[in-house]
């Protein structure tokens, strides 16, 4: 069982800041997240495109942001468990909570803060019959490493930029790439519909437009996979491949959180924005994205600032009989849990004080 002073569910920015005001406090934390990375939608969704809304950053880039949070955050050392969904929770008599993930792991806490943002990501499936079968086995919904398809046939299917930059990027990598759209327009940036254009002309992309994968074929693993033309069955294509990615994008879940007993509005857990951002359930918080109150936005810095005050209060609830007297960080300075310390000039702090 691992044990930790605040359980955080969703390792995006929301829930990594979290860790950095635990720590300031002296509070350890652990994250859960279902995806096998941190960064949450920064990282998944959108690493590469610049942010332009956050304090003292002119422009960062999503992935940069995380790479940042989890160096501000390395002094208090959290615990990560990565690529497992929480599925369950339990109250103990003592007060403190028990979340079980999707593979078995459990974890306990007295506090635990959701940051799960929108849900956790599913991805859109084509509806074929036997697609289960070949999960894995020839069949992958996501791109985490694209070594995988080096000198293999891989079959693309989808229409935004997803499908698009990842034939560009595997046209290099894969012996064969074949993109393959029900429509003969995509909805991607234009730049890479000019990309894709200009590899199918060079021979390194397969563009089949308008079509559809409507069969899956192979023994054990995948071996081809059925393409279809046009209404006509006869025009089918049968086309052999090692892999078949369907990109037709990431739908996110409240999932399983949705059934803990706390109050939901509109897909978001209701909290009490007055106070502590806690949920109608005492000692579970809900910061971040997955949250709703009433002049709720979802943006990274809102998120930091409920992250902040959600670990006074855990703090309060922790230690009820400890006063914490709040210092400013440039006063007090940073003394992570491994004995690193960040301190302020003596000036400064005389100054200040
Ligand atoms: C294209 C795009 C551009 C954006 N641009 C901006 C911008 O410029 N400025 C801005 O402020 N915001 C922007 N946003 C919004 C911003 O990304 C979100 O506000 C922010 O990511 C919310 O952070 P979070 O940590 O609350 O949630 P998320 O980033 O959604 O992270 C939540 C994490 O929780 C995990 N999770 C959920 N449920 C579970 C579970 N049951 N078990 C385990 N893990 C779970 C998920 O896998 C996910 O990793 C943008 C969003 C998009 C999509």
Same mark, same amino acid.
């Given at each position: 069982m691992?044990?930790?002073?605040?359980?955080?569910?969703?390792?995006? /920015?929301?829930?990594?800041?979290?860790?950095?005001?635990?720590g300031l406090l002296k509070l350890k934390c652990h994250l859960i997240d279902a995806l096998?990375?941190?960064?949450?939608?920064?990282?998944?969704?959108?690493?590469?495109?610049?942010?332009?809304?956050?304090?003292?950053?002119?422009?960062?880039?999503?992935?940069?942001?995380?790479?940042n949070l989890m160096e501000q955050i390395k002094p208090f050392q959290p615990g990560f468990t990565l690529g497992e969904r929480a599925e369950t929770i339990e109250?103990?008599?003592?007060?403190?909570?028990?979340?079980?993930?999707?593979?078995?792991?459990?974890?306990?806490a007295p506090i635990v803060a959701i940051a799960g943002g929108l849900g956790s990501f599913e991805p859109r499936k084509p509806q074929l019959e036997n697609i289960a079968a070949y999960e894995d086995n020839g069949v992958a919904y996501m791109i985490k490493d694209p070594e995988v398809y080096r000198d293999k046939k891989v079959v693309i299917a989808g229409g935004g930029d997803s499908a698009l930059d990842w034939s560009i990027f595997l046209s290099d990598v894969a012996s064969e790439v074949t993109l393959v759209h029900r429509r003969n327009e995509f909805r991607g940036a234009l730049d890479s519909v000019?990309?894709?254009?200009?590899?199918?002309?060079?021979?390194?992309?397969?563009?089949?437009?308008?079509?559809?994968?409507?069969?899956?074929?192979?023994i054990d693993t995948l071996e081809s996979v059925i393409i279809r033309k046009s209404t006509d069955a006869a025009e089918n294509i049968m086309l052999e491949t090692d892999y078949f990615i369907p990109?037709?994008?990431?739908?996110?879940?409240?999932? /399983?959180?949705?059934d803990w007993g706390l109050e939901i509005e509109k897909n978001a857990i209701k909290v009490d924005n007055t106070l502590d951002y806690q949920t109608n359930i005492p000692g579970i918080y809900a910061i971040g994205d997955v949250n709703t109150y009433p002049g709720k936005l979802k943006l990274i810095l809102c998120g930091f600032h409920e992250a902040t005050l959600m670990c006074q209060s855990a703090y309060q609830r922790i230690f009820p009989d400890k006063k914490y007297v709040m210092k400013y960080t440039t006063v007090g300075g940073v003394t992570g849990f491994d004995g690193t310390k960040k301190e302020a000039p003596k000036a400064v702090v005389k100054a200040i004080n």
């Open positions: 691992i044990q930790t002073d605040i359980l955080i569910i969703g390792a995006g /920015p929301t829930g990594l800041f979290a860790v950095f005001e635990a096998p990375q941190p960064g949450g939608q920064c990282t998944e969704l959108y690493p590469k495109k610049p942010i332009y809304d956050i304090p003292g950053f002119p422009e960062v880039l999503a992935g940069s942001l995380v790479d109250k103990l008599e003592d007060g403190t909570f028990v979340v079980t993930t999707s593979k078995g792991t459990k974890h306990q000019e990309k894709v254009q200009h590899l199918k002309d060079l021979g390194k992309i397969k563009l089949i437009t308008p079509g559809e994968i409507v069969g899956l074929q192979g990109l037709f994008g990431l739908s996110p879940k409240l999932g /399983p959180i949705g």
